[in-house]
């Protein structure tokens, strides 16, 4: 598949599966906002499920594009900024942040029963757990961290952070992104493993 016609289907897709979810999200829906045919779709992906799977890993390959070409930082700065991605998003509005994480919500909820779905988010989680535990890593090794297990530290960040999302996208609880964030800076990141 062309990159052009693929970046056309990746977007066409994530903005689809945000404002219509998972449920009732049709591959006709797909193709007329992609503003291709659906036989175009089906040319590439078999069902729908497997252009979702795609789509997360796509939307992978993005997250380790951008973290890759953010350039040399701080461990701890780095650590703030992939906290604050991660709650907050990136260029996206809040809102579409959101649907964003709604969605992905749906499709975590697939898992348990689409081993497709549970092979690649089960990819997703332990490649941005990697990043994570090899930006703290990293500050162990340059000592502005102390020596703790970074593998057990990034899974400690991330189960906080996948916590808020989770209130906030089920319960509305809106302050649950800047709690936990403020959490994991002032007492995690800078009280706790950043050397003083």
């Known amino acids: 598949m062309a990159a052009e016609t693929r970046e056309r289907i990746m977007d066409g897709t994530h903005r689809t599966l945000c404002d219509r979810g998972y449920a009732s999200l049709t591959m006709q829906d797909i193709a007329d906002e992609c503003d291709c ?4 779709l089906h040319y590439h992906f078999d069902t ?5 799977v795609e789509l ?3 939307l992978l390959d993005r997250f380790e594009e951008r973290v890759s070409s953010a350039g040399p930082e701080a461990p701890r700065d780095q650590l703030v900024d992939l906290v604050d991605l991660f709650l907050f998003g990136d260029e996206r509005s809040l809102e579409e942040h959101r649907a964003f994480h709604t ?11 689409n081993e497709a779905f549970r092979d690649q988010l089960a990819e997703n989680d332990a490649r941005v757990h ?3 535990a090899a930006v703290i890593e990293r500050g162990i090794d340059d000592g502005s961290f102390r020596n ?3 593998a057990r530290t990034a899974a400690h960040l991330l189960a906080a952070i996948q916590g808020a999302r989770i209130r906030w996208v089920t319960l509305g609880d809106d302050a649950a992104p800047r709690t936990v ?3 994991l800076v002032e007492d995690v990141i800078d009280g706790w493993l950043t050397v003083r």
């Open 181 to 183: 964030r403020e959490a």
């Open 103 to 113: 969605a992905l919500l749906e499709l975590r909820a697939q898992a348990p029963h």
């Open 130 to 132: 990697a990043t994570v």
């Open 48 to 52: 729908k499920e497997d252009l979702l």
């Open 148 to 150: 703790v297990d970074a």
């Open 37 to 40: 045919s659906t036989s175009l």
């Open 56 to 58: 997360l890993a796509h």
